[in-house]
């Protein structure tokens, strides 16, 4: 029997489940039966409108070599292997602690209110050098998410890079203590998931639980230039950390931003770390993805890594779909629109680093700058204030148009200037009909709004624009 991630005898034993049908060794997990690969351990896992257990038959075909269920299936007629357990969930947490149990690994810890997928991502490439990274796939950083996550981890494995969310006090906690992380990355907290929270202070605290997990001996990364750094630093040393270094502009960073300098076409950023002056570019545009990247050199630094080989790392970052992704659309042999997709999610920081980016982003001759903005959500009883206050990092980032959607998004609406082309509409399939023909060569569009505000079909009829064409669309990063 060839080795893999997890073998039947191992599973059994762990989670005090039973076999039935013959031995295997899995190569992976998932919970998702369409996304099985063959190879993979399905997690019949009952979400509640869906049941895990009305998809086995599909998880078979897809590849999956054993199904974990809390039941055998009446029609099962001994084809394919399955694992009885009590509790499919609890299953999952077994493998997770095991996981985290066997592998040497130095784990590391991503979280904040901004910024937490694409530092992540960042940071695992940064440590790939020479040695077996596993990371957080997306963003599965919840109550599942983290806990399939840990266990897709190989035993080989020498860093694990993952990501913790949370909309809800107690969830950072919970994880924090399932992946027990040698070292932690706050990014960042400002007023995000406020619905569930009564102020800043409380989305603080919830970000300072993920210290409850870690070793006193464990180091803290902390940007110096958030209000909240000096709270959760006294929060860390509460939980008798004392190994805290932080990044930022300050002087007494261990990781000192002394200068950012952007440009139509990226930024150049320079950075003083243990009396040395190191320089270097991003081909992406936007002071927030720049601060990420200071961030991820503070967790190098602080790892032992090689930090030239993180910063030469940089040159791969591929901002991901919906998340700032920039996608070149043809029209024919006129010319192109230029389309920023941010449509995965929002918040008013991330909606004033958009504003700040798509300023400094270069349209073509003839081109407009034309903002589509989505309600963003879970912001509580201030939500409707919150929107209404982007006005003046909108306007300074000098749009032609300004498209917006949704109840909350028309207060924003309500401050746009006469001068500035408007439009409205309380859904995005609206927008989505009539925005293609109100476009123009050489346009450069800026698309964000929280998922549950559904901007994507919005996107979806900008790209098939160029699908018309007949010409290929294409992602880049704006490269100069």
Known sequence: MTS??????????????????????????????????????????????????????EAFVNGAVVA??????????????????????????????EARVRAPATIVAVTGSVGKTSTKDALAAALFKSCKVHSTSGNLNNHIGLPLSLARMPKETKFGVFELGMNHSGEIRNLSNLIKPDLAIITNVNAVHLEHFENEQGIAEAKAEIFQGMPSDGQVILYSDNRWSQFLASKAREASIKNIITFGS???????????????????????????????????????????????????????????????????????????????????TVGELNLIDESYNANPTAMRAAFAAFGLTKINNGGRRIAILGDMLELGPSGALLHANLIDDLIASKPDMVVTVGLLMKNLHDKIPAEITRMHANNSCDIAKNIPQNLRVGDLILVKGSLGTNMAPIVTAIENLGLKSGLPVESHEMRS
Do not use: M
């Not at 099985?36 to 351990?41: A, M, N, Q, S, V």
């Not at 399905?42 to 869906?50: C, H, I, S, Y």
């Open 4 to 57: 893999g991630l997890w073998k039947s005898s191992v599973v059994e034993n762990i989670t005090g489940g039973k076999c039935v049908g013959a031995p295997w060794v899995a190569q992976g997990v998932s919970f998702d039966s369409r996304l099985i690969r063959p190879g993979d351990l399905f997690l019949a896992l009952n979400g509640g409108e869906r049941d895990g257990h009305d998809f086995l038959a």
């Open 68 to 97: 974990v269920v809390e039941k055998i299936p009446e029609n099962n007629n001994g084809d394919g292997s399955f694992l009885l357990v009590d509790n499919v969930y609890e299953a999952l947490q077994d493998l997770a602690l």
């Open 250 to 332: 300050d002087a007494s960073c261990a990781v000192r931003l002394s200068n950012f300098e952007p440009n139509q076409n990226g930024s150049l950023i320079e950075i003083e770390i243990s009396g040395k002056t190191i320089r270097y570019t991003l081909d992406v545009v936007g002071k927030h993805i720049a601060i990420n990247t200071v961030g991820v050199i503070a967790c190098v630094y602080a790892l032992g890594c090689d930090v030239d080989f993180a910063i030469d790392s940089f040159r791969s970052i591929c901002l991901g779909k919906g998340r700032g992704k920039h996608i070149r659309i043809p029209l024919g």
